[in-house]
C-alpha cells in the first residue's frame, strides 16, 4: 500500500514565516501543504476543510490565538499533530501552552524538515 502522505496546514500571521514553513514542507517526501491561515478563526475553518494530519500553529495570531485555536482543533480532530511555533523561549511561554494539547512547542529557528519528521 502506497504512504499516504501527511497533510500540513501552516498558521502563521506572517506570510514570509508562512513561505518558510511551505518550503521547509516540500523537502519532505509526501508531505504536502494543504492550508494556509493567518488567524485563529481562518485555523479552524480550513482544518475543518482540509483535515490536515499536521498543524504548524502560531501562538499569537489576530482573534482567537494559537493556543484556544489548538484546543478547538483537536477537540474535533483529535488524532490531528499540532505543533505551536513562537519566537519566545520555552520558558516563557504563557501557561497554558503546555495544557493545550500539542505535541510540542518548537521556537520557530529551530523549525528543520527532520524536527517535523520525529514530531509526526
Same mark, same amino acid.
Given at each position: 500500500?502506497?504512504?499516504?502522505?501527511?497533510?500540513? +496546514? *501552516?498558521? #502563521?500571521?506572517?506570510?514570509?514565516?508562512?513561505?518558510? &514553513?511551505?518550503? @521547509?514542507?516540500? $523537502?519532505? %517526501?509526501?508531505?504536502?501543504?494543504?492550508?494556509? &491561515?493567518?488567524?485563529?478563526?481562518?485555523?479552524?475553518?480550513?482544518? #475543518?476543510?482540509?483535515? %490536515?494530519?499536521?498543524? +504548524?500553529?502560531?501562538?499569537? $495570531?489576530?482573534?482567537?490565538?494559537? *493556543?484556544?485555536? /489548538?484546543?478547538?482543533? $483537536?477537540?474535533?480532530?483529535?488524532? /490531528?499533530?499540532?505543533? !505551536? +511555533?513562537?519566537?519566545?523561549?520555552?520558558? #516563557? @511561554?504563557?501557561?497554558?501552552?503546555?495544557?493545550?494539547? &500539542?505535541? &510540542?512547542?518548537?521556537?520557530?529557528?529551530? !523549525?528543520? %524538515?527532520? !524536527? +517535523?519528521?520525529? @514530531?509526526?
Amino acid at each position: 500500500m502506497a504512504d499516504p502522505g501527511v497533510d500540513v +496546514l *501552516i498558521v #502563521d500571521d506572517q506570510a514570509p514565516f508562512r513561505s518558510v &514553513a511551505r518550503t @521547509l514542507v516540500s $523537502l519532505l %517526501p509526501g508531505w504536502r501543504v494543504v492550508g494556509e &491561515a493567518e488567524s485563529g478563526e481562518e485555523a479552524l475553518a480550513q482544518a #475543518d476543510a482540509a483535515h %490536515p494530519g499536521v498543524v +504548524l500553529m502560531d501562538i499569537n $495570531l489576530p482573534g482567537i490565538n494559537g *493556543i484556544e485555536a /489548538t484546543r478547538r482543533i $483537536l477537540a474535533r480532530a483529535p488524532d /490531528t499533530t499540532v505543533v !505551536l +511555533l513562537s519566537t519566545y523561549a520555552a520558558e #516563557d @511561554l504563557p501557561p497554558d501552552a503546555r495544557t493545550c494539547g &500539542a505535541r &510540542a512547542y518548537v521556537r520557530k529557528d529551530d !523549525l528543520t %524538515p527532520r !524536527l +517535523l519528521r520525529e @514530531l509526526r
